[in-house]
């Protein structure tokens, strides 16, 4: 479980401008094992799907961008690996509930 954490730093710390979102197969191949077995551990030790795990990443990233007034909302989901601005907007609001600019306001 620890080793899934440090390689999703490893993701976005050497993946400065992510070119995509983090899958859970990249995860697996990274741990050397079947995407579903790599899904079914993860699950087991947590209670959560690996996915609920890299989108909760993703949030923090992102509310830590978010309070950096430096860079635009485009530029931080793009950052983040979002193919379009409003793909990142609508996350982060299904996520938690309210949008990126709202957040960014607070």
Same mark, same amino acid.
């Given at each position: 479980?620890? %080793? /899934?954490?440090?390689?999703? %730093?490893?993701? #976005?710390?050497?993946?400065?401008?992510?070119?995509?979102?983090?899958?859970? *197969?990249? /995860?697996?191949?990274?741990?050397?094992?079947?995407?579903?077995? /790599?899904? %079914?551990?993860?699950?087991? #030790? *947590?209670?959560?799907?690996?996915?609920?795990?890299?989108?909760?990443?993703?949030?923090?990233?992102?509310?830590?961008?978010?309070?950096?007034?430096?860079?635009?909302?485009?530029?931080?989901?793009?950052?983040?690996? #979002?193919?379009?601005?409003?793909? /990142?907007?609508? #996350?982060?609001?299904?996520?938690?509930?309210?949008?990126? *600019?709202?957040?960014?306001?607070?």
């Amino acid at each position: 479980m620890a %080793d /899934f954490y440090e390689h999703l %730093d490893e993701y #976005f710390n050497e993946n400065k401008e992510a070119m995509e979102l983090p899958s859970v *197969t990249y /995860f697996a191949d990274k741990a050397n094992l079947s995407p579903n077995y /790599f899904g %079914d551990l993860i699950k087991h #030790f *947590t209670g959560n799907a690996p996915q609920n795990h890299i989108h909760q990443y993703v949030i923090k990233i992102a509310k830590q961008k978010l309070r950096q007034l430096d860079l635009s909302i485009s530029e931080i989901g793009y950052s983040l690996g #979002f193919e379009y601005p409003t793909y /990142f907007t609508r #996350f982060f609001r299904k996520e938690t509930g309210i949008t990126p *600019t709202i957040f960014r306001n607070q």
